[in-house]
């Protein structure tokens, strides 16, 4: 099993750019998450899904939009990018609320 | 507002004595609670975890306390080994399918 794969595992953008980052998981999980990890800030949620074709906000959403058209995979969108999303991102899935999260490797992404 | 809080941005510890990293959280609506663990350039992995039914949770080297009450969870790591240096994650989720975590405590366990 691959777990949760991430692509691309890294990406420079320059400001304004558009781009999607794909996480999948082949475990059948029902949630699956986006984080974000800064330094001195943690891993901070940007929107989760609890099932395919449900998405939901995060603690920091704005700038970011996601879908689960497929029940395996959760893309994360970045419309224009900005100086502000140079960060790395994480991926997870779980089987419910109350199951460990499975972690991707994560994607570094900047933006110049 | 950060909602789980870990206070020490470091620790370190003697090879083969007690880790102890502690966690606070303001949300009296969560009532799961994992613990993480990460190295660089690699994704967080679960380490341990404890429902708000219980006050302490044992695996292996590694157990958790959760003090309701007080809001405060810690990890207890005994022995330390080398292997254990690495950033520590406390997370926290509640109905609302959130899973919310702290900002890491980066452990150094000294030879």
């Known amino acids: 099993n691959a777990g949760v794969t991430q692509t691309p595992k890294f990406r420079v953008l320059k400001t304004g750019q558009s781009m999607t980052l794909l996480c999948a998981q082949d475990m059948n999980h029902e949630y699956m998450y986006w984080y974000r990890q800064d330094p001195g800030m943690g891993l901070r949620l940007i929107h989760y899904s609890v099932g395919e074709g449900t998405t939901a906000k995060g603690e920091v959403p704005d700038g970011y939009n996601v879908s689960r058209l497929k029940k395996q995979n959760f893309l994360l969108g970045l419309e224009s990018a900005a100086p502000s999303q140079t960060s790395v991102y994480f991926c997870?899935?779980?089987?419910?609320?109350?199951?460990?999260?499975?972690f991707g490797n994560g994607t570094r992404l900047t933006v110049t | 507002d950060q909602q789980v809080k870990q206070n020490s941005p470091s620790l370190s510890v003697q090879e083969g004595r007690i880790s102890i990293l502690n966690c606070d959280y303001t949300?009296?609506?969560?009532?799961?609670f994992l613990w993480y663990k990460k190295y660089p350039a690699e994704g967080p992995t679960f380490l341990i975890s404890?429902?708000?039914?219980?006050d302490k949770n044992e695996d292996g080297r590694f157990t958790v306390f959760l003090n309701k009450s007080a809001k405060h969870l810690s990890l207890h790591i005994v022995p330390s080994q080398p292997g254990d240096s690495a950033v520590y994650f406390c997370?926290?989720?509640?109905?609302?399918?959130?899973?919310?975590f702290g900002k890491g405590t980066r452990l150094h366990i000294l030879p």
């Open positions: 997870a899935s779980s089987y419910n609320a109350y199951s460990p999260l499975h």
């Open positions: 949300n009296s609506m969560f009532d799961y």
């Open positions: 997370a926290a989720s509640a109905s609302d399918d959130k899973i919310i």
């Open positions: 404890i429902s708000s039914i219980k």
